[in-house]
């Protein structure tokens, strides 16, 4: 087996980033009234798998606005578009803009925290996963506006989600 998906321990435990006083604190400073979080009236649909993850094709969406070089960055501002990232990306080649920037201080020095693109390569390779989507699909996911999160960025998710024909789709969130 290989190591690409294998995570490091580390020694040291960073401090809790404390997301919702920074989320506050980030909107305010942009001028923005007092952020509403958004309460689901019903809890979401959850299906198991209809087959073995190693006989799965597998889709990411990332929420840490994570972008290829060369491709337009997301702007801060409440951006609900979508970029659509080729499975066969380089890691070197990821770059993230996202409206919480301190956030990804991570992801600048390893893209896979956020975007684990060689790590899922690496189990499709050690027969883990059967196969990936042609495309993943990254979003900004600090968008103020619920309204342009439901009436824009959701729909066109799931458009490019459903184009993708997948079985799992794995979702990491910043």
């Known amino acids: 087996m290989s190591n690409h998906y294998q995570i490091e321990q580390s020694s040291t435990k960073p401090k809790p980033t404390e997301y919702i006083q920074q989320t506050r604190q980030r909107y305010d400073s942009l001028g923005y009234p007092p952020y509403q979080w958004f309460q689901a009236e019903d809890l979401p649909e959850l299906a198991p798998l209809s087959k073995p993850l190693s006989e799965s094709k597998l889709g990411l969406l990332s929420s840490a606005g994570t972008y290829v070089s060369g491709q337009t960055a997301f702007f801060y501002k409440d951006d609900a578009s979508i970029r659509q990232i080729p499975s066969g990306t380089g890691a070197s080649d990821l770059r993230f803009s996202h409206i919480m920037e301190n956030y990804l201080v991570e992801a600048w ?8 693109i060689e790590q899922l390569r690496g189990m499709v390779a050690d027969g883990l996963i059967g196969s990936l989507a042609d495309n993943f699909i990254s979003c900004m996911g600090g968008i103020y506006s619920q309204r342009k999160v439901r009436d824009e960025l959701i729909p066109e998710v799931e458009a490019a989600v459903d184009e993708q024909n997948l079985d799992v789709l794995l979702l990491v969130p910043l």
């Open 109 to 116: 020095q390893d893209p896979g925290v956020l975007f684990p």
